[in-house]
């Protein structure tokens, strides 16, 4: 009679940093078992997952940052067929009482997946979607640097001579780019109207060279959020870029969000109870992918300015009481139950419906 071995189950930890990862192992009812660290690179993530298959059959594995240094390894291991769960960095309370070190991080994210605390499935950053992550990353940057810019030469035209201060402070932000690019400050930079000129000059090329950054990105953008999902940019309000961080925020897997609730509370648009004794009311999400809040608003916005039914439904809920704010809360989630069905039925077209508020902001 040949006995049969029972293999254990495990739980994995994953502590993640830049140079190193640092994995632990406990058993279902969260006993330690062991825990070593590993280098952030392939050879690393190959050496990790050998050692948690060493130590029995892995159920799942928590790891922390999977939007950042855990990236890599957790497409490595979601590869591997591995169920990995998202987990997030303990707060500062539980840091307080139970301290930190790599191991304490790697057995907590194992402990929070065995006590079913954290089940988030992690992005896959593996396809369109992360491709339009790194172009918007790079277009926010240019947009950021040309307004920083804009700010420095009105800034230098505030303390430039009187004479070319009085010539360029009348033209707007087009005319005066232009203009400052135009400039010619001569070789005598030891007078003072000279260096302003070459001063304006350099930042005024480097506005046209970020300003043309910019536009060749969102173009980019622009094609691969129509590939991802052309039902998005069909919604009232939605243009490329809000578009993109909507996608962004759903990820390449939007399938990991079970119920356009659960993106709502992704995006920070779902009310949250508030209620105590016989007082029963909500209050505002400040949660979520903040990023994706202000796309959210910004096509709120958008409507209440140029959609006509966004318009009569704001009325509406005017005169029952509501505040501005209010009727844009309620529109946020509205429009996060619209994009739901649009991020995850990407090739059927969102056909518009009138906003229905079950919940009071």
């Not at 029995?56 to 594995?61: L, T």
């Not at 919604?235 to 897997?253: E, K, R």
Request: aromatic residues 2%; positive net charge; proline residues 6%.
């Amino acid at each position: 009679m040949t006995d049969q071995i029972q293999v254990r189950e495990v739980i994995g930890g994953v502590d993640t940093h830049g140079a190193t990862h640092h994995a632990a192992v406990i058993d279902p009812i969260g006993r330690h078992i062991a825990d070593r660290e590993f280098p952030a690179d392939t050879t690393g993530h190959q050496a990790l997952t050998r050692w948690l298959a060493s130590h029995g059959e892995v159920i799942a594995i928590g790891v922390e940052g999977t939007g950042s240094y855990g990236a890599g390894l957790a497409r490595h291991l979601t590869g591997t067929g591995w169920v990995v769960i998202e987990v997030d960095r303990p707060d500062r309370k539980t840091r307080r009482t139970a301290g930190k070190s790599d191991p304490i991080d790697a057995y907590a994210a194992a402990q929070a997946v065995a006590s079913g605390r954290a089940t988030g499935t992690p992005k896959a950053r593996d396809g369109l979607v992360e491709a339009i992550r790194a172009l918007h990353v790079a277009r926010r940057g240019a947009v950021k640097a040309r307004t920083a810019t804009i700010n420095r030469i009105k800034s230098l035209l505030t303390s430039a001579p009187t004479r070319l201060r009085e010539q360029l402070t009348p033209l707007g932000t087009a005319g005066l780019i232009q203009a400052c690019a135009r400039l010619r400050p001569g070789t005598d930079l030891t007078d003072p109207t000279a260096a302003h000129k070459k001063a304006l000059r350099a930042e005024a090329r480097r506005w046209q060279a970020l300003n043309a950054d910019a536009a060749e990105l969102e173009a980019d953008i622009t094609t691969l959020v129509r590939q991802a999902a052309p039902a998005l940019l069909n919604l009232p309000g939605c243009g490329p870029i809000t578009a993109a961080q909507l996608l962004i925020c759903a990820g390449d897997n939007p399938e990991r969000m079970h119920s356009e609730g659960a993106f709502a509370h992704l995006t920070g648009a779902a009310p949250i109870p508030a209620s105590s004794g016989q007082t029963r009311r909500h209050r505002l999400s400040r949660g979520g992918d903040r990023q994706a809040n202000n796309a959210l608003h910004m096509i709120a916005v958008t409507r209440l300015g140029h959609d006509q039914r966004t318009r009569e439904y704001a009325a509406r809920r005017t005169t029952e009481g509501l505040s501005k704010k209010d009727i844009i809360r309620c529109l946020k989630r509205y429009i996060a139950r619209e994009a739901f069905k649009a991020l995850t039925c990407p090739n059927t077209p969102t056909p518009p419906t009138k906003p229905q508020v079950t919940t009071t902001p």
